[in-house]
Each structure stands twice: as C-alpha cells, then as structure tokens.
C-alpha cells in the first residue's frame, strides 16, 4: 500500500541549466540594432553579392552625371555648374524612385512573407520601434543616395574655383530638397510595401503609383495651360498629383530656382507655397500613421 509520503514524493535533478545573469540591453538597443540591420540590407550588405548589384549600380547611376559635369564645367572654362544642386535631383529622380521601388519591399515585405515580424515584437521593441527603425533606415538610404552626387558637385565647384559662398548657399538648397525627398519617398514607400508580402507586387505597386501620378499631374497641368508660352499660375496646383512634383515644385518656389519659362515648375505663390508644404507634411505623417496602423494587426 503507498502511503501518502510515497506519493508525494520527487527528485529534483540538476541538469545544468543557467539562467541569464548577463546585461540586458532593452528596447534602445533593439531598435538601433534593427535600424542598422536594414540600413544594411537596403545596400545589400550582409546577403548575397547579387543583392548588392541594383542599389550600387544605381548610386552608382546617381553620382557620375556629376562627375560628367564637373568635367564639362572644368574643360569648357564654366562659370557655374549646367545644373543646380535641386535641379540634379530632380532631373535624375527616377533613379532614386526604382531604388525606393526596389528596397523599400525588401526593408518590409520580406519580414511579412517569412512570417518573423511576430519574433521582433517579443522582444522589448514594440511595434512602434519596428515602424521607427524601418522608416529611419529607408530615409537614411535615400539621403545616401541623394546626398553623395550633391557633395560631388560641390567638391567639384570648389576644384573649379567657382564662388564657394554662392555654391554653399545652394548645396543647403538641394539638401533641403533631399531632406524633402527622402521624408515623403520614404513613407509612401514603406506603406505600399507594408501592404503586400510579395516583393514583386511591392515594386511594381510604389513604382506604378510615382510614375502614373508625375503622368496624370504632367497631363492636367498641360490641359488647365501650363505649357503655354505664358504659363498659367493656377495650372502647377496639378502638381500636388505628383509627390515628386510637388517636392521640386515647393523648392523651386522657397529658394527662386528651376530656371524660366514654362518648364519651370514652382508651387503658385506664397499660399501655394504653404500648400505644398502642409501637403508633404500630411502625406507623410498620413502614411507613417497608416504603417503603425497596419503593424497593429500583424
């Protein structure tokens, strides 16, 4: 018959497990590691060389128009830079759109598709500090992008010997440009990709939205008389279609750059101004709230 000491009984063995005794490092720690994990991955660092190919090509794309012009302008005795600081981002945006398009699922959709965004939450990060870490590295990799071929031009304006104040002052315009660029490229971008698991439909989805809304805003701007010898003023509101428009256009309009004529496009006055700017400001925050929104669920 057991008794009931006999029943209760038990052995405890030590099997040698230990537990953790060492620094905890915290959420701080956990966002600024993810941060730079996907800064990384937005340049391909840390995968396959392959990963590497398309973004560097593509800085790659970015930065030799300069080299090009510092050339022409050292050769051809310039006076000034072919192309203002604003206008080189501007004219080579499409680059820096398929760098977005091509990065931006990569940052987001991978994590989605291997189903391990679950794994960052149980750690200290929060889904706020995953939305932060991401939108902080697609913004830092887009300032890269942009403000490498801006610093090549400057250097090269003071290898030319042309008026370093002159060029300094425009160097802040076009970093402001940039600063303006990566914010708004950045949110939209991270939405679209935070959308979808797949990074293909990721890609075609952000490329698609910038290429078809610079079309439609170029098309309406041309009905309502922007192309017109004498353009009319109202006819760049079309520009708030476009989010790249409507970056160059604020630009142009603040700092009094773009060139003349109808190819110039600037926010309409100083309301338009105001306009603009509220609009890239409400984008932006719009599209990083909807993110937060959308991680609540995952």
Excluded: C
Aim: charged share 10%; aromatic share 10%; proline share 6%.
């Amino acid at each position: 018959m057991t008794t009931p000491a006999q029943t209760h009984s038990g052995v405890i063995h030590d099997i040698g497990y230990r537990p953790y005794t060492g620094p905890r490092l915290g959420r701080g720690y956990a966002t600024r590691s993810l941060y730079v994990q996907s800064l990384r991955a937005a340049f391909g660092l840390g995968r396959s060389g392959k990963s590497k190919v398309l973004p560097f090509l593509l800085l790659g794309g970015l930065t030799a128009p300069a080299l090009a012009m510092l050339a022409i302008a050292v050769f051809a005795n310039l006076k000034q830079m072919p192309l203002d600081y604003a206008q080189y981002l501007s004219n080579f945006s499409v680059l820096t759109q398929i760098f977005l398009a091509a990065q931006a699922p990569v940052l987001m959709s991978r994590d989605l598709r291997h189903h391990v965004v679950p794994l960052y939450f149980s750690r200290p990060a929060g889904r706020g500090d995953y939305v932060a870490a991401k939108f902080a590295a697609m913004f830092s990799a887009l300032m890269i992008m942009l403000s490498l071929p801006l610093l090549v031009l400057f250097v090269g304006s003071l290898l030319a010997k042309f008026p370093f104040g002159d060029n300094l002052v425009h160097l802040l315009y076009g970093l402001v440009a940039a600063v303006l660029y990566a914010l708004l490229y950045s949110a939209l971008g991270l939405l679209i990709a935070a959308a979808t698991p797949r990074r293909g439909f990721g890609v075609a989805a952000i490329m698609g939205t910038l290429m078809i809304t610079g079309a439609i805003a170029a098309i309406v701007r041309g009905l309502t008389g922007g192309y017109d010898p004498v353009p009319r003023e109202s006819a760049y509101w079309a520009e708030l279609i476009s989010p790249s428009g409507t970056v160059e256009g604020l630009v142009n309009q603040l700092f009094g750059i773009g060139g003349d004529g109808p190819d110039k496009l600037h926010a309409p006055g100083s309301l338009g101004a105001l306009v603009f700017a509220a609009v890239i400001a409400l984008v932006t925050a719009g599209s990083y709230a909807l993110m937060l929104r959308r991680y609540r669920n995952v």
